[in-house]
Structures are given as structure tokens and as C-alpha cells.
């Protein structure tokens, strides 16, 4: 085939991508006339493994928080916890308040793909990881699934859960979330920040923000240059914001766009209290503008922040394969970033 009609069936092809792309289609739903969708794809589920004579590395539990509201999280345990005897303070765990991705739409706590990556984070950082299992838009818009994370906290301070009282170190707390969770891990981050004296004696050290999902009216050159992204189309976020935002608010809504009119939703009360962040992006993903401009931000406010931009994985390829060297040097820096020092 000569050259020019490789280039003219290329071209064609990726134009004729970009004007079949049906967000819809791609995202697997049916919009339906009371304002929910259905979900025609269904993601398998991985039951939770509590047994510690199962010899599994990582132990997890399903605890209700709340049954007449239908919230409820999963607990994962490093096995080795249990051989502390008996555990004292210093042998305690680092405690992460886990908030799962899927564009505020899709998957649950105990969704397979994220089980998979709670034991590998679990395991790897040597910490308590309790993932909450929100309500999901658009039959539950936001701010619902940052109620849920509060909610989460705030049950953590209040419950006897021998997981938690036992291996959990409270004043060692993190929120973290991988896309939409990394939003989710924000926003719910900045009401905790609002009541901190309320969670008390829970103490949260910082965030911790993988490919967080951010959006706003003005694209970025990212967004642009990826538009058709096989993973992330502009036309996909935007279908995901449509249906997850309250009704009649648009992309520069504070939940979607915190640095919208220059200014940034939460930095000078997370400067405040002292939090960490760290967040992790890459150049194959359309949000990474979004993502590398919070991490500046935070930082001119005087936030101690970390900020991993590289190579050009896709969205989501930091949790896709959660034995792979990807998530592995993932768990590293996290487990390096959650390290306190004791004196
Ligand atoms: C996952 O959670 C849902 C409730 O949110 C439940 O109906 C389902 O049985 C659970 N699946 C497994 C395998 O635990
Ligand atoms: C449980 O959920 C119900 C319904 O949403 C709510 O009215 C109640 O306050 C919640 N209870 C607690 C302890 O949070």
C-alpha cells in the first residue's frame, strides 16, 4: 500500500472515531427517563476473606456503617498485624480511608478490580485500608459520595471494630482515592478539614491523590491534545460530569473544578492543619494538566506536597494491574509518604 494511502486510511479512521465516539455507548449505559441510567456491564465481585486461617497475606471484612442508609466499607488487614502480641502502640498500623474510582458511576468496595488493589496497597504500605462503598451518581449526585467518606470517618471514631481499635493508628490517618476517589479523597478531605476538632481522636496526616479526576469549563492542553483518548475521551468526562454534578451547575462547580477563577478550594485550610499531599499523574492521561496545576497550587499555598508526573500511562494504569511494577513503585512512595517518624 503506498504511504499517502496509509496516511489518508489513518486520517479516516481517527475522524471517523472521534464523530462515532457515543459516550453512552462507550460508558455502557442507558439514560433513562427518571433521570437513572443502567448499567449494562456488569463488573464482577470479589467476596471478602475474614478468615485468618486462610493464610491469605491480606485479611478483609464487610462492616455496615449505617444500614438504614446502605453504607457500608471493607476493611483489609495485613495478616502479619496478628502475629503482634500483644499489639501495642508502636507496632500499630498506618490507617487509609480508601475511595474507589469509576467516574462516580461504577463499581462498589467490593468490585474485583479494586479488592485486587486494596490487598496489593494493603500489603505493600503495611497499613489498615477501610475503602468505602458510596452511593453512586447520577441516582446519588454529589456531594453524596463525600458524605459517605465523612460518614466512614466519622464511624471509624466511634466503632469498637478490633481491626481498627486494635492494629488502626488513628493519629496516622490518610485519605486517598484513585480518579473519581481522588476527588472524592479532596473534597471529603476539605470537610473533614472543617471538623477536624469533631473527628477527634482520629488525625488525619494527608492526602494522597492517584490520577485524581478533575474537570472545568476551559480545557486544558492536555484535555486537548487528547481528546480522543482511547481510555478518556473529552466526550466521556464530560458525559460523567453531566450525570454526577448537582443538577444545573457546570465544569467550574467547586466539587469539579477546586482552582476554577484562580483561587483554590481548601489549600489554606489544608496549609492550616498541616496535611501532606502527594499526587501522582502521567502524560498519557487528559486530566494531567488539572492534576500537575493543583499540585503547583497547593504549593504556592505553603502545603508540603509531593508530585509524581511521568512517563505516559493511561488513566488508571496505576491500578489496572496491582501486581505490576507500575503499582508496586506506586506503593513504595506511598508507603514512604505515610512513614512517621517517631521520635
Ligand atoms: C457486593 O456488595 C453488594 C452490596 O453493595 C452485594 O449485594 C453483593 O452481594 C456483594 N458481592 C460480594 C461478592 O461480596
Ligand atoms: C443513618 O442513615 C439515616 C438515613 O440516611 C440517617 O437519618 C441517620 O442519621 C444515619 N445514622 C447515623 C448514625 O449516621
Given at each position: 500500500?503506498?504511504?499517502?494511502?496509509?496516511?489518508?486510511?489513518?486520517?479516516?479512521?481517527?475522524?471517523?472515531?472521534?464523530?462515532?465516539?457515543?459516550?453512552?455507548?462507550?460508558?455502557?449505559?442507558?439514560?433513562?427517563?427518571?433521570?437513572?441510567?443502567?448499567?449494562?456491564?456488569?463488573?464482577?465481585?470479589?467476596?471478602?476473606?475474614?478468615?485468618?486461617?486462610?493464610?491469605?497475606?491480606v485479611l478483609s471484612r464487610d462492616v455496615t456503617i449505617n444500614s438504614s442508609h446502605n453504607t457500608w466499607v471493607?476493611?483489609?488487614?495485613?495478616?502479619?498485624?496478628?502475629?503482634?502480641?500483644?499489639?501495642?502502640?508502636?507496632?500499630?498500623?498506618?490507617?487509609?480511608?480508601?475511595?474507589?474510582?469509576?467516574?462516580?458511576?461504577?463499581?462498589?468496595?467490593?468490585?474485583?478490580?479494586?479488592?485486587?488493589?486494596?490487598?496489593?496497597?494493603?500489603?505493600?504500605?503495611?497499613?489498615?485500608?477501610?475503602?468505602?462503598?458510596?452511593?453512586?451518581?447520577?441516582?446519588?449526585?454529589?456531594?453524596?459520595?463525600?458524605?459517605?467518606?465523612?460518614?466512614?470517618?466519622?464511624?471509624?471514631?466511634?466503632?469498637?471494630?478490633?481491626?481498627?481499635?486494635?492494629?488502626?493508628?488513628?493519629?496516622?490517618?490518610?485519605?486517598?482515592?484513585?480518579?473519581?476517589?481522588?476527588?472524592?479523597?479532596?473534597?471529603?478531605?476539605?470537610?473533614?478539614?472543617?471538623?477536624?476538632?469533631?473527628?477527634?481522636?482520629?488525625?488525619?496526616?494527608?492526602?494522597?491523590?492517584?490520577?485524581?479526576?478533575?474537570?472545568?469549563?476551559?480545557?486544558?492542553?492536555?484535555?486537548?491534545?487528547?481528546?480522543?483518548?482511547?481510555?478518556?475521551?473529552?466526550?466521556?468526562?464530560?458525559?460523567?460530569?453531566?450525570?454526577?454534578?448537582?443538577?444545573?451547575?457546570?465544569?467550574?462547580?467547586?466539587?469539579?473544578?477546586?482552582?476554577?477563577?484562580?483561587?483554590?478550594?481548601?489549600?489554606?485550610?489544608?496549609?492550616?492543619?498541616?496535611?501532606?499531599?502527594?499526587?501522582?499523574?502521567?502524560?498519557?492521561?487528559?486530566?494531567?494538566?488539572?492534576?500537575?496545576?493543583?499540585?503547583?497550587?497547593?504549593?504556592?499555598?505553603?502545603?508540603?506536597?509531593?508530585?509524581?508526573?511521568?512517563?505516559?500511562?493511561?488513566?488508571?494504569?496505576?491500578?489496572?494491574?496491582?501486581?505490576?511494577?507500575?503499582?508496586?513503585?506506586?506503593?513504595?512512595?506511598?508507603?514512604?509518604?505515610?512513614?512517621?517518624?517517631?521520635?
Open positions: 500500500m503506498p504511504l499517502s494511502l496509509i496516511i489518508f486510511c489513518f486520517l479516516f479512521l481517527s475522524v471517523a472515531y472521534s464523530a462515532t465516539m457515543d459516550p453512552y455507548k462507550f460508558l455502557h449505559i442507558v439514560l433513562n427517563p427518571d433521570g437513572t441510567i443502567t448499567r449494562l456491564q456488569k463488573h464482577p465481585e470479589t467476596p471478602a476473606t475474614p478468615d485468618p486461617n486462610s493464610h491469605l497475606p471493607r476493611i483489609y488487614l495485613p495478616r502479619q498485624a496478628l502475629s503482634h502480641h500483644p499489639p501495642c502502640s508502636a507496632t500499630k498500623l498506618p490507617l487509609i480511608v480508601y475511595s474507589h474510582g469509576g467516574g462516580f458511576m461504577f463499581y462498589a468496595a467490593n468490585s474485583t478490580y479494586f479488592h485486587d488493589f486494596c490487598v496489593n496497597l494493603a500489603l505493600n504500605t503495611q497499613s489498615v485500608v477501610v475503602s468505602v462503598n458510596y452511593h453512586l451518581a447520577p441516582e446519588h449526585r454529589l456531594p453524596a459520595a463525600y458524605d459517605d467518606a465523612l460518614d466512614a470517618l466519622h464511624w471509624i471514631i466511634t466503632t469498637e471494630d478490633p481491626w481498627l481499635t486494635r492494629f488502626a493508628d488513628y493519629s496516622n490517618c490518610y485519605l486517598m482515592g484513585d480518579s473519581a476517589g481522588g476527588n472524592i479523597a479532596y473534597n471529603a478531605g476539605l470537610r473533614a478539614a472543617a471538623e477536624v476538632d469533631q473527628l477527634e481522636p482520629l488525625k488525619i496526616q494527608g492526602l494522597i491523590l492517584v490520577q485524581p479526576f478533575f474537570g472545568g469549563m476551559k480545557r486544558t492542553s492536555s484535555e486537548l491534545r487528547l481528546a480522543d483518548d482511547v481510555k478518556l475521551a473529552l466526550a466521556v468526562t464530560d458525559v460523567l460530569w453531566e450525570l454526577s454534578l448537582p443538577v444545573g451547575v457546570d465544569r467550574d462547580h467547586e466539587y469539579c473544578n477546586p482552582m476554577a477563577e484562580s483561587r483554590c478550594k481548601g489549600g489554606d485550610e489544608i496549609k492550616q492543619l498541616g496535611w501532606k499531599v502527594v499526587v501522582f499523574g502521567s502524560f498519557g492521561d487528559p486530566l494531567v494538566d488539572r492534576q500537575m496545576k493543583l499540585a503547583q497550587v497547593l504549593e504556592e499555598k505553603g502545603v508540603e506536597v509531593e508530585g509524581y508526573f511521568e512517563g505516559d500511562y493511561k488513566h488508571a494504569d496505576f491500578t489496572k494491574e496491582p501486581t505490576g511494577a507500575l503499582s508496586k513503585q506506586l506503593y513504595e512512595r506511598i508507603k514512604k509518604f505515610i512513614t512517621i517518624l517517631v521520635a
